[in-house]
């Protein structure tokens, strides 16, 4: 299993450009999520998804869209980019049942995004 | 005021010491608490999870939650250079929306 992977690892965008990170899991999980983490802020959570064709807005949702085609791609845009979407942005998933009780997230290994 | 409180650090600590780690929170609701250790540039990978109050051992971690008090722990014995991460505290009131603190940066020096 490969587990949760993101594309790109690095990514420099100017301002107003448009651009998808990729988020893939090869676990079957029905939950996924985006967070981004700024230094000192701990993860704040962007969208999540329950499953395929469903998804649902976090904490900081603005600037950002998800789509959610199959169980195992969640990718997340980023329309027009702006100095403060400068982050670095991880992809989680988790495989709950009921949805009513926490099981383990598991992460990728985060894409850098620095916009200029 | 955050939600979830964590000193930043950096913790440093000579090799073998005990690392004591906490968080405090405001929102009561929560009753999920986990710790998630991140080495640099990597993703959060989970050490411990508890539910509701108490203790809970794991090999060189144990995980101590009082929710009278609205304080969490992680205690670290015999630390170990490859102890030297950021770790974060997470919670949730139920299911998968967590809230997470900022993260303390740990360095163990040998």
């Known amino acids: 299993n490969a587990g949760v992977t993101q594309t790109p690892k690095f990514r420099i965008l100017k301002i107003g450009q448009s651009m998808t990170l990729q988020c893939a899991q090869d676990m079957n999980h029905n939950y996924m999520y985006w967070y981004r983490q700024d230094p000192g802020m701990g993860l704040k959570l962007i969208y999540y998804s329950v499953g395929a064709g469903i998804t649902d807005k976090g904490e900081v949702p603005n600037g950002y869209n998800v789509s959610r085609s199959t169980t195992e791609d969640f990718p997340l845009r980023l329309e027009l980019a702006a100095p403060s979407q400068t982050s670095v942005y991880f992809c989680?998933?988790?495989?709950?049942?009921?949805?009513?009780?926490?099981?383990?997230?598991?992460f990728g290994p985060g894409t850098r995004l620095t916009v200029l | 005021q955050k939600e979830v409180e964590q000193d930043p650090g950096p913790l440093s600590v000579p090799e073998g010491a005990i690392v004591s780690l906490n968080c405090t929170y405001s929102?009561?609701?929560?009753?999920?608490f986990m710790w998630y250790r991140q080495y640099s540039r990597k993703g959060p990978e989970l050490l411990m999870y508890t539910y509701s109050s108490g203790n809970k051992e794991d090999g060189r971690f144990t995980a101590q939650v009082d929710k009278s008090s609205k304080y969490i722990s992680l205690f670290i014995r015999d630390s170990q250079p490859s102890d030297s991460a950021t770790y974060l505290c997470a919670m949730t009131a139920a299911g998968n929306k967590l809230t997470f603190g900022g993260g303390t940066r740990v360095l163990v020096k040998p």
């Open positions: 929102n009561s609701a929560f009753q999920y």
């Open positions: 989680a998933s988790s495989y709950s049942p009921s949805g009513g009780s926490y099981n383990e997230q598991f």
